[in-house]
Structure formats: C-alpha cells, structure tokens
C-alpha cells in the first residue's frame, strides 16, 4: 500500500509518501522558521495561511520525487490533531478533497502517534512494550505503549513543555527564535560547575513535569549578571543540564513502575544531542535499551504521519468515509483504536 502523509499541525508542512513494500520514498519539508522569527514565537493566523500557499506546490514536488502518479496513491493520511486548528483544517481540507477527487479512502492521524512510531521506520525497532519520552515545543509526556494504539499516558508537563522553555530561555539570552537548538550548542561551552539550577519536581514522588519554576529561576539569574560570552554558555549548560536532568529522572521511574526495559524517545526535543548521550549512558547501567529516531523524523514531517496512516489504513481503522473535515486540536492518544 502506498501512502501520501500530509503534516500541518503547527508550522511545518511535511509531504511524504511511504510504500508499505519498499518504505519511504518521498519527503518534503517546509520551515515557516523565518516566518514566525519577526514576532519571537509562532502566529497561528500567519501559520495557516502559509500552510495553504505552500502544500499544493509541495504535494506536486513529493509526487515528481518519487516518480508517483496519483493514480498509483492507495491512500491518503493527513494530521488531524493535535495541533492549531487553522492549521490542522488546511491538512485536512486538502487531503480529504484529494481522497474524493482520487476515490482512495483517507485516514485521520494523531500527530503525537505520528512521533510516538517514527523510530519504526529505522531498521531496527524495538518490540512492544516500551516507554515513550515524548518531548516537543508544545509536550512532554511519559507514555506506556504496550501495542500500535494501546497507550497509557503515565505523567505530562503541568505547564511549559520542554521545547517551549528551552525557546523561551534562549530568547532572554539573546538567541533568535527558534533557540532551542543554539541554547543547546552554545550551552556545550559552558562550564558545569558555576551555576547548578533545581531539577524540578523530582523531590517529590510522580510522573508528571513542570518546568515553568525552572524558567523563572533561569530568567533570575539572567537579570542578575552581565551577559558575556561564557556567562550566556554557562547558564545554558545550567539550564540544560537541568532539563536533561529532570528527564533522565522521571524516565527512570516510569520504567521501574511499569517495569519495561526499552525507552522510546520522541519528538523534536529528542534530537538534543546531550540528552541522547546522556540517556543512553544512564539506562545502559540499568540494561535499558534506549531507542530514537534521525534527527530528520524528530521534529514534525510527512514520513511519519504517512507511515502511520499506512498502519492504520492497512488494519482498516480509522477510515474516513465522510466528507465532513473534522480536526481535533486536543486529541489525547488514549482516545485512539488499537490494532
């Protein structure tokens, strides 16, 4: 079955095509980044209109990559939630239009399933069960996932999630929007002992996050000193030793409350080189196996909402037959079939 992914949840828009025999062989991308860098942060109004202006050209283009006509699509799979709403409706406009126009049926993907089975598309993925440590811009989740569908959210960020703070912390620093991923390069610099922030939420017993303290203590200690060059990488390194830190933590204790052995990490903020080193190297003493994807399918993209539409239209769930577009901007995994 050949498989066309469409992602607009947020300000992305990812085309793919993923062939259920020979894998992924088209993918796309396109980066509102310099779009949304004049106002420091995403505008959801910019975001969809761009998404509109650019996925016709960029389905024309995924289709001319991979040499597909769309006659030989058997499938079409488009983000439907979660994610902004004006964007999540132009996915889901184009794609369902195009499902009717082609009579291939069509398939509502969860954008957080989407990250949750990207690692699947690498050669060699773990086998269920296992953790999931879903950390994006907008969440930070520890996930069971015992089966494709059978997912038990564990513990999620009471406020900011992950990707935002990292932003939000650069930002004060002085680094342009996005900067989470500078923060992290320049935090490399940094000298580990001069400044050592709290690891929030661990001193108490659970799975769920907060890292809104962590970035208001962060923003107090900007305001107190002159911002240098090694003073900025070392409050970076701080504040990154800190988040890597309170991950770390919490994973550990998903894993020994459920007692799996394999660890998932996803989303964008999965891509953190420290966090990657140090993960692995903390599990590896635990016999943890830990698991991700390439940096390419880490933040948002086609391939991996293709890939999951494959999956679900294969096993006959979720087909929309309709002709209603219906998005879900708060669409909680738990809600989703199992196969």
């Known amino acids: 079955m050949m498989v066309l992914g469409i992602e607009t949840s947020c300000d992305e828009t990812g085309i793919a095509i993923y062939d259920s025999q020979l894998g992924l062989i088209a993918n796309q991308l396109y980066s509102q980044v310099k779009l949304h860098a004049d106002y420091g942060g995403i505008v959801p109004e910019l975001a969809s209109r761009d998404h509109a202006r650019k996925i016709i050209p960029l389905i024309k283009s995924t289709l001319q990559e991979a040499n597909v006509k769309p006659c030989q699509i058997d499938g079409i799979a488009y983000t439907a939630g979660p994610g902004l709403v004006g964007a999540l409706l132009v996915g889901a406009s184009v794609g369902k239009a195009l499902a009717f126009a082609w009579d291939i ?3 509502a993907v969860n954008h957080l399933e989407g990250h949750l089975l990207s690692h699947r598309m ?3 993925p773990p086998n269920f069960p296992f953790i999931v440590l879903l950390v994006s811009g907008a969440h930070t989740q520890l996930i069971s996932a015992k089966d494709i569908g059978v997912y038990t959210l564990l513990g999620e960020s ?10 939000k912390i650069a930002k004060l620093l002085g680094i342009e929007y996005p900067g989470g991923a500078m ?12 400044f050592i922030f709290p690891r929030p939420m ?3 017993p659970g799975l769920d996050f907060s890292f809104s303290g962590l970035k208001t ?4 200690v900007i305001r107190k000193y002159h911002l240098d060059e090694q003073t900025r990488s070392d409050i970076a390194r701080a504040f990154e030793d800190a988040i890597v830190d309170t991950l770390i933590i919490k994973s550990k204790r998903a894993l020994k409350k459920t007692g799996f052995n394999r660890l998932v990490l996803a989303g964008g903020v999965s891509a953190n080189r420290t966090l990657r080193l140090r993960m ?3 599990m590896r003493f635990q016999n943890i196996e830990v698991f991700y994807s390439h940096p390419l399918f880490c933040t948002d993209n086609g391939a991996m909402i293709a890939y999951v539409g494959m999956i679900r239209l294969i096993n006959g769930l979720e087909i929309d037959t309709k002709l209603e577009i219906n998005v879900k ?7 989703l079939s199992a196969i």
Request: glycine content about 4%; hydrophobic content about 35%; overall charge negative.
């Open 280 to 282: 692995v190297e903390m």
């Open 158 to 167: 009471l406020d900011d999630a992950a990707g935002e703070a990292f932003d």
């Open 329 to 335: 901007p708060h669409w909680s995994l738990t809600e």
């Open 122 to 124: 690498e050669i060699n």
């Open 217 to 220: 203590f962060t923003a107090n």
């Open 105 to 107: 049926p069509s398939v």
């Open 183 to 194: 923060l992290s390069k320049i935090a490399q610099q940094g000298k580990p002992e001069r």
């Open 202 to 204: 661990t001193d108490r």
